[in-house]
């Protein structure tokens, strides 16, 4: 249905009217009601005489205070160049005007808190017949009855009235037939703007209209109607703009929220909705356009309720999606030439009918309806098609089609097309023919049995390009080529190159028959080539080469996904991760974990001995240490093996509890036991991660025989070594957690000589030591990763140590008890072998073993240590110890408390 231009053109006459006929009486409770030129005028308190300047009075001011009211026909009514100011009450109960201007340049103020309303049809809140008028309201207009209107420009049919302004910042609220909230009848350059609200509840009664050309129609906050056949916004005629920033909607059938009719076929008229606007009709169309030349720019939300949410009619029209664009409801063009362009970023999942063209120069956007044009151009950014869009495509260089989408017609790219969703399975369908011209680049993914691909309905014609293998997934290339071209109607032509991911040991080539452009994946060079030679990762690399043509499993996918690394360092990385190297640098770790359990044994004999304070160095003790004696030792060991390139490192942390006993067989002789539990955690220097938790049990015995001026002490022990250790294995997709369950048993002897010299309270003991230990660790199968897990052989590692040092204490004799302080350092040679090697295969190929080494440790190690001891002469002690060793970039420091009581 077609509104008319001036719904209520009888009313409009009749106002312009009575603007111009109306005299008024001249008692009234304002100051003067009659005022002439130059004249100011106010209003206090309550009147029923309106104010009526003189007819050619110019520059009058009307002030209406707060509080005031005038109840009367009409309530204020000036000439020309004049300004009134409400900012109480006006009601024109009984007339046709509440504000009103007869003239040009008047400013008519509704101020904040001030009313002006109506209840009579046919009649306006606030009115001016002229030019450059200026009707601005800042509190409440009501309207009650048919063709009242709350803010408008009036004249009769036939003139054209130019630059008045309308502005509401208030209330708007309308109630009859034709009664529009803002009205501007027959003006050109019409600037009407509403800041604040306004609802219409009456058939046929827009929010903002306009009719003629030029106006700049703008709403920065809420505009509602909800009557039939209301239009929120209404323009008419040439030239006109509608810019929304805040809410437009309607809720009555027929009533369409925004309504351009721009009259003529060669009319314009623009209609643009901002960022975070909305335009919502529940019943009708979100925006209309009829006869002229619309575009409508949407970077908000345009919703229908009626299935069609843009309807532009006849004419050129252009819709332009800008980011944040959400459109809600199809898009009809109409007849005519019309576009569709897509600017910035977005997603449109509408249906657009009768379109002529779709220009995409934006940055990314995503087409998931459906569309039929003449033609499509992209011209920049990148296109995602996910629907159906038919037309013939043309893809300029600089843009990049993308997705799964279906082309139905003809596409030609002279830029980048990425057909696909899925990487390495997608396929982008083209209905006709399929043309990549020179300069242009297909961009695809490829997994060992497909890649992205172009179905091609009609005929592909190759005139050069690039394809560009953005990456190549992890497998068994072995089955042959793969299609990325596939054309119905034929192949002609090649591309020009072959852009590639780097693989150092694989190669990629393109081949075509007579409907195919295919990639095929051949191996140039075998594992062992990129591994160093005499190192861990060349252990690996010899096995994979072995088994690789019937590897299966986790076993067969690491191959693969090592065969497709770009670069010698990754594949190296890769071979180190198979490895294992963890577990022979694990027993390294235990072995010396067990030396602070012989060394703590070797100390306790060396306090027995004591400090007598008489100098008697022949005694194995002296009187407050002789007897029975039973200690408890909590401790705490930090250790770090550094490790090296292909070999793990590990850092340690040792808790544990040690409890023991010894007792004088004769004067010169003292033997003990002793019993300790610890926890050992492991964290290991490498990528991926992997760390270790190993319960310990150890017992030992020990004794100590003087000889001469001298002693001879020894330590004989044996502990069992229980732990799960878990390690990551990721090599490109393939993401495991390997398991291994880890028993070792570990077996030590130490001697210790030395002399003590004596010097009063100070003892000075120059010390020899010699140690051997072995561990044996039981072979075990990880769990957890397949094929590609470990099997460990059982392994054996030994180390023997020569040592010589020299401890010194002072007592003290203190009133309550003796302190006693000592300091140590000892340097140790290692005699054995310095590596850890463990003999391995792969779960999925337990007959190719191969050799993995551990940790090393350095041949000469220096220990340093100090203490505190505080005897009581009870017997009862209290010792604190530390102790650090360093061998090369080897660390481990430990600290233990102690107590004892001796009978």
Known sequence: MVRSAAPSAFACASLAGVLTSFTGSALAACDNTTPGTGVTVTCSGASATPVNAQVGSTGVTVNVLGGASLNAVSGVVVQGASRVDNAGTINASSGSVGIAARLDDNVLVNEAGGVVQTVNPSTAAIVANGNRNQLLNFGLISTQNSNAYGLSILTFPGNTLVDNVLTNSGTIRTLGTGAHAVFAQQNDRATITNTGTIETRGTNASGLRAVGGSNVVTNASSVQTFGADSNAVYVQGNNNSVVNRGQIGTSGSNAEAVFSNTAGSSFTATITNEAGASITSAQSLAIRGLNGQETVINAGTISSGAGTAISLGGGNDMVVLRTGSVINGSIDGGAGTDGVQLEGSGTSGNAFLNFETLRMQGDAWTFAGSGTFNSATLTSGVFTLSGVLTAPVTVQPGATLTGAGRVAGDLAVQGVVRPGATPGTGVLTVDGNYTQAAGSTLEVTQTPNSADRIMVGGSATLQGGTVHVLSQQAGSYNAGRVPIVTAAGGLSGTF??????????????????????????????????????????????????????????????????????????????????????????????????????????????????????????????????????????????????????????????????????????????????????????????????????????????????????????????????????????????????????????????????????????????????????????????????????????????????????????????????????????????????????????????????????GATVDRNLKLLGIGASYELPSGFTTQLVYEASVGGDDRYRSLMLRVRKVW
């Not at 340097?827 to 295969?841: I, K, P, Q, V, Y």
Request: hydrophobic share 40%.
């Open 496 to 853: 020009d190159a072959l852009q590639l991911p780097m693989a150092l040991l694989s190669d990629t080539s393109l081949s075509y028959d007579a409907d195919n452009a295919y990639l095929t994946v051949v191996r140039k060079a075998s594992f062992a080539s990129a591994a160093p030679p005499a190192s861990n990762a060349a252990q690996v690399a010899a096995v994979l080469d072995a088994v690789e043509p019937v590897a299966t499993g986790s076993l067969q996918q690491a191959s693969a996904e090592i065969a497709m690394l770009p670069t010698q360092p990754q594949v190296v990385a890769a071979f180190d991760n198979l490895g294992g190297s963890v577990y022979p640098t694990l027993a390294r770790a235990g072995l010396r974990d067990n030396e602070d359990f012989a060394r703590s044994l070797t100390q306790r004999l060396a306090e027995r001995r004591g400090s007598p304070a008489s100098g008697d160095t022949t005694s194995v003790c002296s009187d407050a240490h002789c007897g029975t004696a039973v200690w408890a030792r909590a401790f705490g060991v930090d250790g770090r093996l550094t490790g090296s390139s292909g070999v793990a490192g590990v850092d340690t942390r040792t808790r544990g509890l040690a409890v023991g006993t010894d007792r004088e067989i004769t004067p010169a002789t003292r033997v003990g036991a002793g019993l300790e539990v610890s926890r050992l955690d492991a964290d290991f220097r490498v990528t991926p991660a992997a760390s270790a938790q190993a319960d310990s049990y150890k017992l030992g015995v020990f004794g100590s025989m003087q000889l001469g001026e001298g002693y001879l002490a020894g330590v004989l022990s044996y502990g069992r070594f229980n732990g799960d250790l878990d390690r990551q294995i990721l090599i490109g997709s393939l993401a495991a957690v390997a398991h291994g369950r880890i028993r070792a048993d570990i077996a030590s002897a130490s001697l210790e000589a030395g002399r003590p010299f004596s010097w009063g309270a100070t003892t000075l003991e120059p010390i020899a030591t010699l140690s051997y230990a072995r561990l044996k660790q039981q072979a075990l199968s990880e769990t957890g990763a397949g094929e590609v897990g470990l099997r460990v052989g059982g392994q054996s590692l030994e180390s023997t140590q020569a040592g010589l040092g020299v401890r010194l204490r002072r007592a003290f004799e203190l009133g309550s008890g003796r302190l006693t302080l000592e300091g140590r350092a000892r340097w140790a040679h290692e005699l054995s072998g310095r590596d850890a090697t463990a003999r391995m295969a792969f779960v999925g190929a337990p007959y190719q073993g191969f050799d993995i080494s």
